[in-house]
């Protein structure tokens, strides 16, 4: 399965972006499986975002994001949204969506498919 996200960018402190990541080729592994964002700031190791299973029932958030994040899938579209809302500095980085089999949904290296990242930068 080859994941492709998008929606990053430039935005003020406090302000909103919303990241898509689509799927294509085997999209059953995608619609099948928990799907995360992680994140990687400059000068950092990757870390944990938000996850969903496959279901979409059931969602999981970095501390540091609860409340301001939220993360979405629409099976039938292939796709995985993330909205941003209430953004700081300390967001920005580049955003990586995932698809993961099994394992802990905040370890990123768990994760077993990779999309190629969005850079999201916030102002202050």
């Known amino acids: 399965v080859q994941l492709q996200a998008s929606g990053g960018g430039l935005v003020q402190a406090g302000g909103s972006l919303r990241l898509s990541c689509a799927a294509s080729?085997?999209?059953?592994?995608?619609?099948?499986?928990?799907l995360a964002w992680s994140r990687q700031p400059p000068g950092k190791e990757r870390e944990f975002v938000a996850a969903?299973?496959?279901?979409?029932?059931?969602?999981y958030y970095a501390d540091s994001v609860k409340g301001r994040f939220t993360i979405s899938r629409d099976n039938a579209k292939n796709t995985l949204y993330l909205q941003m809302n209430s953004l700081k500095p300390e967001d920005t980085a580049v955003y990586y969506c995932?698809?993961?089999?099994?394992?802990?949904?905040?370890?990123?290296?768990?994760?077993?498919?990779w999309g190629q990242g969005t850079q999201v930068t916030v102002s202050s």
């Open positions: 080729g085997r999209t059953f592994i995608f619609s099948r499986n928990t």
């Open positions: 995932a698809v993961q089999y099994s394992g802990f949904y905040y370890d990123p290296k768990t994760y077993d498919y």
């Open positions: 969903i299973t496959w279901s979409g029932g059931s969602t």
